[in-house]
């Protein structure tokens, strides 16, 4: 049989490991996110930039007559 000390002690470690365990889930999501929006502040005006680029050049080159 297990020790009443013993076993005390192995649940306080267990609900440690668990409180850590949720702590990097947390974190795990929250860096997820944050790379999940960068990548989309980024990409994201990479490809409106051709158009934009395109029709501001376009703008640019009536108004000076070309």
């Known amino acids: 049989m297990i ?3 013993l076993k005390q ?3 306080r470690l267990n609900a440690k490991v668990d409180a850590a365990f949720q702590s990097a889930e947390k974190t795990r999501k929250y860096i ?3 790379i999940v ?3 989309l502040l980024i990409v994201i005006p990479l490809l409106i930039l051709p ?3 395109g029709s ?3 703008s640019y ?3 000076l007559g070309f």
């Open 3 to 5: 020790d009443p000390e």
């Open 9 to 11: 002690e192995l649940d």
């Open 32 to 34: 997820l996110w944050t």
């Open 37 to 39: 929006g960068s990548v």
């Open 51 to 53: 158009f934009a680029a």
């Open 56 to 58: 501001l050049l376009s």
């Open 61 to 63: 080159s009536t108004a």
